[in-house]
């Protein structure tokens, strides 16, 4: 059964540094989302994508975030100066259509030093 | 904003028992997602329930959609260690028919099964 991917699966960088994370959404996917989840907290909302635009995100995604989807493939969150509050688990998810389920990634594990 | 709430937080059965997990929304429920997570891992999709009243089994679990209460119920039958997890519900907003990404989770509840 396909699977959304994500790498890497854990990554420490140091404060005010720029990370990544990468998403290979399901290919019949057309709806992309970015999730995160402090250690011990809900899963929360960061961001949703469709048609190569943001189509809504939280007031957590603020200026440092960005997403895009380059080459129709790959989804990535790129966090440009890291703060130790960013210290969470990522994780990406897709949907085919606006009323499929949301299918979710293993996530990837930000440690931010 | 919406707010889950998910009860019990934690529950401890022995295999082969029954045992039902709730979750409680503070506003209308449109759709509501059941989600299965292993500690520090994703989250595996459980079910989808889009309409009151309704009512969806995979294998030995059952949800249901109680509209009315804002409420949706997780039931697993004659449990194993293999159910064991945190299981979280999140809830969709809905206008006008269409379902949003945009998901709203409870805290979860994290289930323990004994041999």
């Known amino acids: 059964e396909p699977e959304v991917t994500q790498t890497p699966s854990h990554q420490v960088t140091q404060m005010g540094q720029e990370v990544i994370l990468r998403c290979v959404p399901i290919s019949n996917h057309l709806y992309f989302y970015w999730y995160r989840q402090i250690l011990g907290q809900k899963v929360e909302f960061l961001v949703s994508?469709?048609?190569?635009?943001?189509?809504?995100k939280s007031e957590i995604f603020d200026d440092q975030f960005s997403v895009e989807r380059p080459d129709g493939s790959n989804f990535t969150l790129k966090i440009r100066s890291t703060k130790l509050e960013d210290s969470a688990m990522y994780f990406c998810?897709?949907?085919?259509?606006?009323?499929?389920?949301?299918?979710f990634g293993n996530g990837t594990r930000l440690t931010v030093t | 904003s919406q707010e889950l709430e998910q009860s019990p937080q934690s529950l401890i059965v022995q295999e082969g028992k029954n045992l039902t997990i709730n979750c409680t929304s503070s506003k209308t429920l449109y759709g509501l997602y059941w989600y299965k997570q292993k500690y520090g891992e994703g989250l595996i999709f459980l079910m989808m329930?889009?309409?009151?009243?309704e009512e969806k089994s995979h294998e030995k679990i059952t949800a249901k959609l109680d509209e009315k209460k804002q409420q949706s119920s997780l039931h697993i039958t004659a449990s194993q260690p293999s159910h064991a997890g945190i299981y979280l519900c999140g809830a969709g907003r809905r206008a006008g028919g269409t379902s949003y990404g945009k998901l709203t989770f409870g805290q979860g509840t994290i289930l323990t099964v004994h041999p």
């Open positions: 998810a897709g949907r085919a259509s606006y009323n499929s389920p949301l299918h």
């Open positions: 994508f469709y048609n190569n635009e943001i189509s809504e």
């Open positions: 329930l889009q309409k009151g009243g």
